[in-house]
């Protein structure tokens, strides 16, 4: 089901108008009854009242996950690093967040020196003393989650939802607390902000509790990391608590085949032409690659990774940023590697045509309301 009006959904559920209403009022929602909920929100009544609910939207998400891998793939599975969102309200501590684990993490003076904002990084972690690897994707969060999911991409293993332990939960944290439910990616909490005199990591514990989010030490699954972005402190178990979350996750990727994945953010650079980072979610990247990347044709003349290095390949999980486009692609649109120039061509144009055509669809149908209405 898509989004529907409270009174909808009150006669679906077959609970009164008020019940649901009160119900977003405990979420910290304020809702009237002709509101049109958005599936997200419709999902916490629907776990308050214990129906679950099956929506267009998860199916997309399913079948894309399942996309990136191909029965051919089976035989050369390879663990591959979890890629990791940060979310959380905003002044949380989210920008913090990374740029702490990034400097901490990131040595300076490592080969290349200035780190590169492509939109996306990678630490290097110890772990159960082997060398491990996190990505994290540094797009503006929430934002970036949500054009992508809306795009039926699923860029994310796991995210880390930053509460501010002197502020709690507030409504983006409820936002972001559904958005990873509805895409089934598991949610690590970091505490933020303890160094501060005025925090209550416990308090928000509780409050997370309300929303499904219950802490190990209270009996439940959820793991919750007490940090300070500011002085540095606790990132490391944080990072060994993704690592841990990770290894159960299953994530695997076949590097031994053309390359597939999604367009992490993109843009038109005055020297370098289109400009597009890359998410590496199957086969491995190379230089020379033709591709597709939702309507745009290109054949990767360079790649730079997150540190400012030029590399000649990317595997499952990493992302770099590519030159060689012949524009710019959207955030969230799919690429794939083909072998056939002409054939990447073609498809590329095939699908300019078809965005042109709902363009011209949408323009039409637009024209014909407001005739209508003047009439
Ligand atoms: P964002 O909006 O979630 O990206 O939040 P920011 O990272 O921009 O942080 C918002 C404010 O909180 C800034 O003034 C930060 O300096 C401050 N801040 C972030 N993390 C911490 C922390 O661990 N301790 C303290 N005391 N302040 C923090
Ligand atoms: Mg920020």
Known sequence: EGPMSVQELASLVR??????????????IAATINQTLEVETIELVAKELGITVETAQHKAEATKVTEM??????????????????????????????????????????????????????????????????????????EAFTAMRARGAR?????VLVVAADDGVQPQTIEAI???????????????????????????KQELTEYGLVPEEWGGD?????????????????????????????????????????????????????VATLLVQNGTLRVGDIL?????????RAMIDDRGQRVEAATPSFAVEVLGLADVPAAGD???VLSDEKAARALAEERAAAQRQSRLAQAAAARRVSLTSLS
């Open 155 to 159: 860029v994310t293993d796991i995210a």
């Open 69 to 142: 891998l191909e029965s051919s793939d089976l035989d050369h599975l390879q663990r591959r690093p979890p890629v990791v969102t940060i979310m959380g309200h905003v002044d949380h501590g989210k920008t913090s967040l990374l740029d702490a684990i990034r400097n901490t993490k990131v040595a300076q003076g490592e080969a290349g020196g200035i780190t590169q904002h492509i939109g996306a990084y990678h630490v290097d972690v110890e772990y159960n003393g082997e060398k491990h690897q996190v990505v994290f994707l540094d797009t503006p969060g929430h």
């Open 15 to 28: 609970r009164s108008e008020a019940e649901i209403i009160k119900i977003l009022f405990f979420k910290g």
């Open 178 to 204: 559904s958005h990873a439910k509805a895409a089934k990616v598991p949610i690590i909490v970091a505490i933020n902000k303890i160094d501060k005199e005025s925090a209550q990591p416990e308090r928000v």
């Open 292 to 300: 597709v990347a939702g309507a745009c044709f290109g054949k990767v």
């Open 222 to 274: 959820t793991i919750m990391v007490p940090v300070s972005a500011l002085q540095q402190q606790n990132l490391d178990t944080l990072l060994e608590m993704i690592l841990l979350v990770a290894e159960v996750e299953d994530l695997y990727a076949n590097p031994d085949r053309p390359a597939k994945g999604t367009v992490i953010e993109a843009h038109l650079d005055r020297a370098r032409g289109p």
């Open 334 to 336: 799919e690429f794939e």
